[in-house]
């Protein structure tokens, strides 16, 4: 039994000039997992426009020995409601110095033309199952459309 076991997640975002919010996540094993790894991301949006969830899930995971496998894994996308949606997906168990990036982006259309502020909240957990190792990271990521000379947006982490 390997009591080194360790899992950890990061996750970055940006708001993308043909109106998406892209995420791109990290999930990386110093010791390696001791099963598979469920990840959930929750995603909630305000303050106007409308979201739309991802179609696709681009998953690619990074071995050890520096080779790359682009997978097909199923995600399940479900809408909790209007402005909120729940990603999941289970990957492969991680062995040493390995991890997965995960990127997916979320369609934003009719964003408020006055200033406004428009919040996207996301909470990111990934679990081992077996062995109970879990991270959990939370990320706030806010948009404002401003009026200016030419409409923009800016986007702060």
Same mark, same amino acid.
């Given at each position: 039994? #390997? /009591? #080194? ?12 000039? =043909? ?45 050890? /020995? ?13 809408? *909790? ?7 999941? *997906? ?6 040493? =110095? ?12 009719? *964003?408020? /033309? ?15 199952? #077996? ?5 959990? %990271?939370?990320? %706030? ?12 947006? *800016?986007?702060?982490?």
């Amino acid at each position: 039994i #390997n /009591d #080194n076991y360790d899992i950890t997640t990061q996750k970055t975002g940006s708001y993308t000039a =043909n109106g998406k919010l892209r995420y791109e996540v990290t999930v990386s094993s110093v010791h390696g997992t001791p099963s598979d790894i469920d990840v959930t991301d929750t995603f909630t949006y305000s303050g106007g426009g409308t979201v739309s969830p991802p179609t696709e899930i681009s998953v690619v995971k990074h071995n050890a /020995d520096g080779t790359i496998e682009t997978s097909s894994i199923p995600a399940q996308i479900v809408a *909790l409601s209007t402005i909120m949606y729940k990603i999941s *997906l289970n990957l492969p168990r991680l062995y040493n =110095n390995e991890y997965y990036t995960l990127v997916y982006e979320y369609d934003v259309t009719g *964003l408020p /033309d006055q200033n406004a502020a428009v919040s996207a909240y996301n909470t990111l957990d990934a679990t081992s199952t #077996n062995h109970h190792e879990t991270t959990s %990271d939370h990320a %706030d990521y806010f948009i404002y459309n401003k009026q200016l000379e030419n409409s923009s947006c *800016l986007f702060f982490i």
